[in-house]
Structure formats: structure tokens, C-alpha cells
């Protein structure tokens, strides 16, 4: 796979512009925690000036593949391309990977737990794993209250599989859709060529009437619902028709990373942690609640301060 970014990867100069944004990590000390540093790794693999082991497999699974950081790139390099077509060259993988990988394969759930599916109309709601562990409850209550029998669809993705470097024979729905709407943009990105909708644009498409508050909600945009499907402004419309809408400093395709991309945040803990906390700080600084619109986002940074996912914003203010 990295074959394929022979020049890209020649193209770096090392200016070091891609570790702007990791300055205020503490995490970040040496140079192969950093973008550039992944760039001249995943170089070294291919030259065959470096082997793999398995502080090589660290280095290149520690990143979120958020792409925020080519937005520093004078080069306009691929980082994320680059590190992910990486770990699809990679043989082995981390021990925490390995287990997600196993309950994939076995349960078609990287957690080992059941799927919940329904049947019901051609509205179709993808559960996926992260949805139905954090969120199974309000998805349903949310559809009864818009009045909507939907067939809701279980299982893995696989995104989170492929993120890792490992190759997923995505399964066709057989089954007659009329809409096919997700909570996690990972399985957006996973089932692309079904249309997939966000569940933001559904509920907006709906002309939804809500109870109006007074209370500060401050957008945290997902790197995978932001910068690579490039949707920004439909969760912002439905959190300023409920209450005020707060902005972090850094935010759209500018937007930091929250750690909570589910194969990062399982490896790299601490690191994780340091990324919520910024947000959740600042979150605080500003007395708003955080408002997510990925399960992967929602299910770390409730960990580190008031969140609340926009589905659940949803479900508890519709009129
Ligand atoms: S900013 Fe771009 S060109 Fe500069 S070191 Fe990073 S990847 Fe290389």
C-alpha cells in the first residue's frame, strides 16, 4: 500500500509545520509521536531502511487519522493516507487490536456483545456496535416519539477494523431501503455507497418542532463527520433551535481531536485522556455542555465532563 505514496511521502520537507497542533500535548516528547515523524517511519518501511517491530507497529497505530493536522501542512501531504496505507503493510498488530479483531470475526461486534436488530418500515437506523452499547435505549424512545416503526440494522461496521490496517469484507443489506440513517460516522464512511444519511440531516429533514432551554451547548465536531464527510452546519442548526450555540476556539475543519476514536482510545489511554481533557476544559472555561454526534466522541468524553450526545438532545426535546 505505500508503494502508492512513493511521492507523496517524498514530498514532505520537514519543515515540522504538522506538530503545531500537538504542542499542548504532554504526550507528544518524541519525534515519532509527531505527524512528521509517522511520515519519515512509514518511508523508512518502504525503502526497507527499517524493519518492522513492534515499536514500529506503536508508532504508527498511536494517531487518530483525524486529519487535523494536514490543515498545518504547507505540503498539503496526506498524513492520515500515508500512516493508514502503513498499517495495511504492517504484519503484526497491537494486542488490544488483535482482541477487537477476534470479536469482529466471532461476534461481528468488536465489544463480544449481542446486536440489537428490528424489523420494521424501510427507514432504516445502522445500530452498530458503539450506538447500541452507549445509546440503545434512546434510539428507540427517539423513533417512537417521531412516530417512525424503523428497522434498525446491528453489527459491526468494520471501519474501526480497517482503521487498524486489517481488510473487511463490508456485507451488502439486502433489503429494501428508503432511507439508511447512522449516529456513527464511521459507518457513514463504511456503507458510502448506500447514501448513507446522518441522523442530524434526518431529524432536520423531519421540520421537528423543540423545547427551547437557556442553557450554553458547545459543538464538538468529529473529525470523521467534519473533515471527512464534510458535514459541520446540521447539528449546528438543531442545537441553536434548542438552546445557545457555543463554539471551541479551534472548530469545524479546524477542530480538535477528542481521543475517542474507539482503536485509538483502547491502545493509547492516556493519550486519549489528554485530548479530552483539553476540549473539556475549555467546555468548562465557557460553562457550555459538550454535544457530540459520533458514539466514538460521546462514550470517551463523558468521561472528562458534561456531554450529551446529540441524539439524546434530541429525543429529550422533542415537543
Ligand atoms: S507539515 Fe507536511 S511537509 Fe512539513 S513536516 Fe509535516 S508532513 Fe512534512
Request: charged share 30%; hydrophobic share 35%; aromatic share 10%.
Amino acid at each position: 500500500m505505500l508503494e502508492k505514496y512513493h511521492d507523496e511521502m517524498l514530498s514532505c520537507t520537514a519543515c515540522a509545520f504538522c506538530k503545531k497542533s500537538y504542542y499542548v500535548y504532554k504526550f507528544a516528547q518524541k519525534e515519532s509521536d509527531y505527524p512528521k515523524g509517522k511520515v519519515m517511519v512509514c518511508y523508512g518501511l518502504f525503502s526497507k531502511e527499517i524493519e518492522e517491530d513492534m515499536d514500529v507497529v506503536k508508532i504508527l497505530q498511536k494517531c487518530t487519522l483525524c486529519r487535523r493536522c494536514e490543515k498545518d501542512c504547507p505540503s498539503m501531504i496526506k498524513i492520515s493516507d500515508i500512516i493508514w496505507a502503513g498499517r495495511y503493510d504492517l504484519k503484526n498488530l497491537l494486542p488490544e487490536h488483535e482482541k477487537m479483531l477476534q470479536n469482529f470475526e466471532k461476534y461481528n461486534n468488536i465489544f463480544g456483545e449481542k446486536n440489537y436488530e428490528k424489523e420494521g418500515s424501510e427507514i432504516t437506523f445502522f445500530m452498530g456496535c458503539l450506538v447500541s452499547k452507549e445509546m440503545k435505549d434512546v434510539v428507540i424512545s427517539l423513533f417512537d416519539k417521531l412516530g417512525i416503526d424503523v428497522t434498525v440494522i446491528g453489527g459491526c461496521c468494520g471501519y474501526p477494523i480497517e482503521k487498524i490496517g486489517r481488510r473487511v469484507k463490508i456485507k451488502l443489506i439486502e433489503k429494501e431501503m428508503d432511507k439508511l440513517i447512522f449516529s456513527c460516522p464511521n459507518g457513514m464512511l463504511a456503507f458510502k455507497e448506500f447514501k448513507p444519511m446522518h441522523i442530524s440531516q434526518f431529524i432536520l429533514s423531519l421540520n421537528v418542532n423543540f423545547l427551547k432551554n437557556n442553557k450554553n451547548y458547545i459543538y464538538h465536531d468529529s473529525s470523521f463527520l467534519g473533515r471527512y464527510l464534510g458535514i459541520y452546519d446540521e447539528p449546528r442548526e438543531i442545537i441553536k433551535r434548542i438552546g445557545n450555540l457555543v463554539e471551541f476556539e479551534e472548530n469545524r475543519e479546524m477542530a480538535r481531536q477528542c481521543g475517542g476514536e474507539i482503536e485509538f482510545k483502547i491502545a493509547f489511554p492516556q493519550e486519549a485522556g489528554e485530548m479530552a481533557e483539553y476540549l473539556a476544559r475549555e467546555a468548562k472555561k465557557k460553562d457550555a455542555i459538550i454535544v457530540t454526534t459520533s458514539p466514538h466522541c460521546y462514550s470517551h468524553l463523558k468521561e472528562y465532563g458534561d456531554v450529551v450526545d446529540l441524539l439524546q438532545l434530541v429525543e429529550e426535546n422533542i415537543k
